[in-house]
């Protein structure tokens, strides 16, 4: 079976190709920020902690960047609520 697209470029390389719908009915142009966010002494608290005890204090940190993030009018790819 040959490819429908060159892997290089995305071109079609069949005219019986299907194509989608135009880009403006599929995307949505946004501006983001990314934040980053990094827990100093982390490695060393890994090896001191049990894992489950490392899963729970992240999740609660990420709870709190969550919220703090979502009150300033922003979303995480974690938040809870529906857009």
């Avoid at 490695?43 to 204090?57: H, I, K, M, Q, W």
């Amino acid at each position: 079976m040959t490819s429908a697209f060159c892997s290089a470029c995305g071109f079609a390389l069949r005219e019986d190709t299907p194509r989608a719908g135009s880009a403006e009915a599929r995307e949505e142009r946004r501006i983001v920020s990314v934040l980053f966010a990094d827990l100093a002494g982390s490695t060393a608290l890994g090896g001191r902690l049990d894992p489950e005890d490392v899963r729970e204090l992240q999740g609660e940190l990420f709870e709190f960047l969550n919220a703090e993030v979502e009150r300033h009018g922003g979303m995480t790819e974690n938040s809870s609520a529906t857009r």
